[in-house]
């Protein structure tokens, strides 16, 4: 496989990433903000990045088919071998790494919606007089954490 093909790729998917990251944190900070009106329009983005993205790791994927290697992280890491070009390995431990912390920025993102609309729930149901539960704190796993009780704003 030319290296020229492969840093091509792997170039790309770094960049996808770079924004991935940069745009998930405008996205935490919509959620920090309880800015719905925004969310929509950051996950429209988001999911075409993703999509970007996927398209350029089918072409990784095409390269690797074409030397006969796995369409994987094995395949991916022998054709780097095989190229033995230092800056080359040094992208893809980049990337990697990049990566995983795009994982662990979108799980953050998802606790904090999913907190979001644990509150969103109990406040409705307040609003509505219903017996809720009212969120009284976190658990350890970021999940609002429930107590027995009811509120009612106004009784007639």
């Avoid at 492969?6 to 170039?11: C, E, G, Q």
């Avoid at 940069?22 to 999911?47: I, P, Q």
């Avoid at 609309?117 to 350890?140: V, W």
Wanted: aromatic share 4%; proline share 1%.
């Amino acid at each position: 496989m030319p290296d020229d093909a492969l840093r091509a790729v792997l170039l790309r998917a770094q960049e996808l990433v770079t924004l991935l990251a940069e745009h998930l944190d405008v996205t935490c900070e919509a959620l920090a903000r309880g800015d719905a009106s925004n969310l929509e329009t950051y996950l429209g983005y988001e999911l075409a990045l993703l999509g970007t993205l996927d398209e350029t790791f089918r072409q990784q994927h095409e390269l690797l088919r074409r030397q006969g290697l796995t369409a994987d992280r094995h395949g991916l890491e022998t054709a780097i071998k095989r190229c033995a070009d230092r800056e080359l390995d040094a992208l893809w431990l980049a990337l990697r790494g990049q990566l995983e912390d795009c994982r662990e920025r979108n799980r953050s993102n998802a606790r904090l919606a999913r907190q979001s609309s644990l509150r969103a729930q109990a406040a409705l149901q307040i609003l509505r007089g219903e017996d809720a539960k009212a969120t009284t704190g976190y658990g350890p796993r970021g999940d609002l954490q429930n107590s027995t009780g009811s509120h009612t704003l106004a009784r007639v």
